[in-house]
C-alpha cells in the first residue's frame, strides 16, 4: 500500500544558503522494516524557498514500515543527523481524526505558512479525542499485543483495552511469557458479537473463552494477533475533530478566554474550544463496561 508521508522544514531558507546544504539542498528519506532498523535509501524531497510542508510517497510501502530523514547537499558530503524513527499516522495508535488538509479546508488557509502550528494544533486535538474517549476511533493495523494472566478478572474473558479487535488470526498463551502454544481458533470468540455493537464499525471489547478452557496465570503470557480500531473513522467524530481544531485555531491569541463575540477584525472569540454538544458526541464512544 502506498505510504504517505508528510514532511515539514521549519527553516528551508537557512538550508538553502550556501554555508549550510546549498542549492539544489535535498531531504533524504529511509525506510526500514523495524525501528532500530536497518535502513535503505528510499527517495529524495527537493528543499524549496520558501516551502515549508512537504509530502513524499512511498508506493510500496506498508503499515509496518518505518523512516528516518535528514537533509543533504547535493553531492552527500554535507549531512545532518538522522531524524528518531517514525511510523505513518495511519499505522499509528493515535487516529488522524482531523488533518491539516481538513483544517486548511474549514479555515479556508491554503497556503503553508502555518502548518507546523496547525500541525500541533491537530495533534493535539487527535490525543485529546482518545484521552477523553479511551479509545482508539480509528483503524490500526494487525499487529502482536502482549496481555497479563494475572490481570484478568475472569480466566475466561480476556478484554482488548482501548484499541478493541476487529479480528484476531491468533491466540496464544503460555505460564512464563517466553514459550507461547497455539489455541484453538473454535476455542474462542470475539464478543460482543457484530450484531450486538451499537455504532457501525466498532471493535469487540473482549475475547470470550466458550470452551470455558481457562486462560494461564502469568506476567506478558497472553499473545493475540489483531487487527483493532474501528474499520473507519467514524463521520461524526471526525466532524467533532475538525470542530474542535478550528475553535482552537480562532482562539489560539484570546488565551483560550470565556468571552464570545468577535473582534474588531471580525473573527470569532470562541467561547469554549470543546462545546458541550461536542463532547455529547463523544460521550456515544466512551469506553464501557460491557456484561
Not at 12 to 26: E, I, K, T
Not at 39 to 60: E, L, N, P, R
Not at 84 to 97: C, H, K, L, N, Q
Request: charge should be negative; proline fraction near 5%; include cysteine.
Amino acid at each position: 500500500m502506498p505510504n504517505v508521508l508528510n514532511l515539514t522544514v521549519p527553516n528551508p531558507d537557512q538550508l538553502l544558503n550556501v554555508s549550510a546544504y546549498g542549492a539544489g539542498a535535498v531531504i533524504q528519506v529511509q525506510s526500514g522494516a523495524a525501528e532500530a532498523g536497518p535502513f535503505a535509501d528510499d527517495g529524495t524531497v527537493a528543499i524549496v524557498a520558501g516551502t515549508t510542508s512537504y509530502t513524499y510517497f512511498d508506493t510500496d510501502g506498508a503499515t509496518t514500515t518505518w523512516y528516518r530523514t535528514r537533509y543533504e547537499n547535493v553531492g552527500e558530503t554535507v549531512v545532518s543527523d538522522w531524524s528518531t524513527p517514525f511510523i505513518t499516522d495511519e499505522a499509528s495508535s493515535v487516529g488522524r481524526y482531523v488533518t491539516v488538509a481538513d483544517l486548511k479546508l474549514r479555515l479556508g488557509r491554503p497556503g503553508t505558512t502555518d502548518d507546523a502550528l496547525l500541525d500541533q494544533i491537530c495533534d493535539e486535538t487527535n490525543q485529546w479525542i482518545e484521552s477523553y474517549t479511551g479509545r482508539v476511533l480509528a483503524p490500526v493495523a494487525s499487529a502482536v499485543y502482549l496481555f497479563d494472566g494475572y490481570a484478568l478478572e475472569s480466566p475466561y474473558v480476556l478484554p482488548l483495552g482501548r484499541l478493541g479487535a476487529r479480528e484476531v488470526t491468533l491466540l496464544e498463551t503460555g505460564s512464563d511469557g517466553v514459550t507461547f502454544s497455539t489455541v484453538t481458533a473454535t476455542s474462542y470468540a470475539l464478543r460482543p458479537l457484530a450484531q450486538d455493537r451499537a455504532l457501525a464499525g466498532e471493535p469487540a471489547r473482549y475475547i470470550w473463552m466458550i470452551d470455558r478452557t481457562a486462560l494461564p496465570r502469568g506476567y506478558a503470557n497472553i499473545r493475540v494477533t489483531m487487527t483493532a480500531g474501528f474499520e473507519a473513522v467514524p463521520a461524526d467524530v471526525r466532524s467533532v475533530a475538525i470542530a474542535i481544531a478550528t475553535r482552537a485555531w480562532h482562539g489560539r491569541q484570546s488565551g483560550q478566554a470565556d468571552v464570545i463575540g468577535n473582534d474588531t477584525t471580525g473573527a470569532p472569540l470562541v467561547s469554549k474550544i470543546v462545546a458541550p454538544e461536542l463532547k455529547a458526541t463523544l460521550d456515544r464512544y466512551r469506553a464501557v463496561m460491557v456484561a
